[in-house]
């Protein structure tokens, strides 16, 4: 995808060369006319657009340049700390990539259909990278979670498909940074890369073993490239593109199917409006069938894509998508029994209170930005307030394009929105938009004539600026909060926060202690601590069993701490705290042995699967 947005790039300014090359011939051959003529010589002026055409090399390095750069940093950035910590949903997704790859090895494309989230585009780059001794070592204990976090090549094939998986979602940013350069300059476009690369969220899920962070910049890239072709600022070549885009993001998750309606409702506005490619079709009626062959076009790709890199689609393309639209709905129609925690009050589903159902997306989202990325949303709302009230030249072009960014968070928003699992990264989609939405805002304020001389430093600063702020919770980027809005410390009364950050500490404590190999530990987040650790874990509800109990920050939130162990937590001092971002993420305590006698078994509130805030 890189590849084929540098060489869009270089393809159009090879075509403005050529076309200022040849005005300039001509202009060359009419003043020589008319100098042999019977008239006086005249000179036939150039157009003031059309200057002599430097070499090709010349004028497209600095795309190439800060591409180059922009992957370094991003990439840079999504290693740093990238095997710290295990998040809840990694053992899910080995299972998944150790059954596929088995599939695929076996010839058995029917078994490439692992879940309702295909996450298709992760599963072949952790195939590809897992060497066939480890898929049978991890097949082997496939069974159950708590034997495969066990087996010595989880964390290596782990780290490996988190390190694959980080360099392409630094390709994608630099695709993205590429597509806005494009659409709106190179201002935004520096803006938008340097923003991207170091929004906090972005950089900690690109670390994640899942299909999530893919679908989101997939998407982006999907309706940037789209929105290049309706508009004018690029070939069919874009438009091929944001289809490959749409069917591998579709094939990483479900909820991309939002792009099979946003593209082709942009397209046809931008048919009846006659413009970009469109408007050399005369009437309205004229341009229907050009945007018929296009979506068509659009489609076909798209679902080309999907066919091919999914093997279950070779042999059962009906079963196989029946089987999954069956499930997308059970899984989005059914909440975990787990609970929700949000404003201060606990759900015993993932939704939240149905008054506080609108605003649960835009208040987690604001926590989750970083600074400048509000600053700078705060800032495009005022330019696009006052460039439609003015009717400037800026909103014949960026206006437009910014409003399509817009209205894409905006429906896709709605329609997470509507579903009845609220949890911060679903929203994830939404991220690399606005961080483009928040770089024309930041671009509208530094065009101001008093900044012209530190427009250009005022970039770098805000890029310094953002990689510090990243850099300031390395190595657990999922710990970030807004410090806008009071950082951690309100988060944790606001959203449920933690996803395994901080449990590496506990783990390496407990493996430090004599014995270790005979240690037990109870905690909702065991196969967490097991991959770190020589001892053993066990349920909540099998915590007499334990020798310590290990509590997480979203344990205590939703009230998960067993109820006979409840007074341990409130009056004993924990052997071990782990703050990150200044608060307590994960405490560990020691069950003393009177206490493990006396209670009766099986006190666990819930039964024992991990939550996945």
Known sequence: MMQ?????????????????????????????????????????????????????????????????????LALGLRLWGLGQSVTADDQDWIGRAVDFAGA??????????????PGVPALWVATLVMSPGQVRELEARDAEQATLVRSPSYLPVLISTRRALASYAAMLVVV????????????????????????????????VFGPDMLMAELMAVSVLAALAYVDGRGGRAYLVGSGVAAGLALSAKAPAILLFGF??????????????????????????PAFVRDMLLWGGVAALVFVAIWPVLWVDPLGAISRLILEVRGVGESPRRWGNFFLGTVTTTDDVAP??????????????????TCLGLLAGAVAAV???????????DWWRRGAVLAAYVALFGLMMTMSPKKIDRYLLPVYPVL???????????????????????????????????????QPYPLSFYNPLLGGASVAQRVMIIGWGEGLDQIAAYLDRQPNAERIVVVSLYKDQILPHFRGKGVRLDEWQKADYLATYVNMEQRGLVPLPLQDLVATAEPDLTVRISGIAYARLYRIP??????????SSPRPNIVPRP
């Open 4 to 72: 084929l947005t540098v060489v869009m790039f270089v393809g159009n300014r090879e075509r403005a060369r050529r076309a200022g090359g040849l005005a300039l011939r001509r202009g060359c051959e009419l003043s020589t006319l008319s100098t042999v003529s019977s008239q006086p010589p005249s000179v036939v002026p150039l157009p003031t657009a059309i200057t002599p055409a430097r070499p090709l090399a010349v004028r497209s390095w600095p795309p190439v340049a800060f591409g180059v750069a922009l992957y370094i």
């Open 104 to 117: 695929v090895e076996q010839h058995k494309p029917r078994n490439t259909y692992q879940s309702a989230h």
């Open 176 to 207: 993205t940074a590429l597509l806005v350069w494009r659409l709106f300059g190179v201002g935004p476009g520096v803006l938008a890369g340097l923003l991207l690369a170091a929004e906090p969220f972005l950089v900690a899920h690109s670390q």
């Open 263 to 288: 593209v082709p409702l942009l397209g046809l506005a931008f048919t009846l409006a006659g413009a970009g490619p469109y408007q050399q079709a005369g009437t309205r009626r004229g341009r229907v």
């Open 355 to 372: 008054l506080l159902r609108p605003i649960f997306y835009p208040v987690v989202t604001a926590f989750r930005l970083s600074p400048i």
């Open 386 to 396: 006052a460039g439609w009230r003015r009717g400037s030249p800026w909103r014949s």
């Open 435 to 473: 961080a483009m939405l928040a770089a024309l805002g930041l671009w509208w304020v530094l065009r101001h004539p008093l900044l012209a001389r530190l427009r250009w430093p005022a970039v770098a600063l805000l890029g310094v600026g953002q990689a510090l702020l990243v850099a300031s919770v």
């Open 593 to 602: 042995t009177a206490l493990r006698e006396q209670t009766a078994p099986r």
